[in-house]
């Protein structure tokens, strides 16, 4: 997992700036796609889904991490 989280992919969606481009996104998306399907033999479909579950588990924890300690009141 420490693999992916190295992957271009995610330095862009760590990003603040806004000046990331589509053609950008899609090929840090294809060069992770890529490195799953090398960490998974290619025809491991449970160890794609389990490398998928966690990255999955990392994106969401990407969305929180801004949010905390800003001062806002919670609804």
Do not use: W
Not at 15 to 23: A, D, G, H, K, L
Not at 29 to 55: C, K, P, W
């Amino acid at each position: 997992m420490n693999d992916l989280l190295q992957t271009r992919i995610f330095g862009l969606l760590n990003e603040t700036s806004q000046e990331i481009t589509n053609e950008e996104m899609q090929n840090a998306y294809g060069e992770f796609i890529h490195q799953v399907r090398t960490m998974s033999n290619e025809n491991d479909y449970s160890t794609i889904y389990r490398i998928l579950v966690a990255t999955r588990i990392e994106i969401a924890s990407l969305e929180t991490v801004p949010l905390y300690g800003q001062g806002g009141k919670c609804a």
